[in-house]
């Protein structure tokens, strides 16, 4: 089932445009899942880093290694 994407829902909108159409200036779609997928299988965990602007719109998805992310849980929420 697949539905159109609705501009009036700005978060919605703001995903699509970095899943579908621009994760970063360094890959495209296709690329970043690519990256992801690879370090699902092959490590467990696949992690990216959303940057966003001074209103906290999401611009862009940056891909990071999980062997250079340090995980922290405090008893009650798992920090990255």
Request: overall charge positive.
């Given at each position: 089932?697949?539905?159109?994407?609705r501009?009036?829902?700005?978060?919605?909108?703001?995903?699509?445009?970095?899943?579908?159409?621009?994760?970063?200036?360094?890959?495209?779609p296709?690329?970043?899942?690519?990256?992801?997928?690879?370090?699902?299988?092959h490590?467990?965990?696949?992690?990216?880093?959303i940057?966003?602007?001074?209103?906290?719109?999401?611009?862009?998805?940056?891909?990071?290694?999980?062997?250079n992310v340090?995980?922290k849980?405090?008893?009650?929420?798992?920090?990255?």
């Open positions: 089932d697949k539905e159109r994407v501009t009036s829902d700005k978060y919605e909108y703001q995903v699509y445009k970095l899943l579908h159409v621009s994760p970063s200036q360094l890959h495209t296709s690329e970043w899942i690519k990256l992801m997928e690879i370090d699902r299988v490590k467990g965990n696949c992690i990216s880093y940057i966003r602007d001074r209103l906290g719109v999401p611009l862009a998805l940056k891909y990071c290694k999980p062997e340090e995980y849980f405090d008893g009650i929420k798992l920090w990255y």
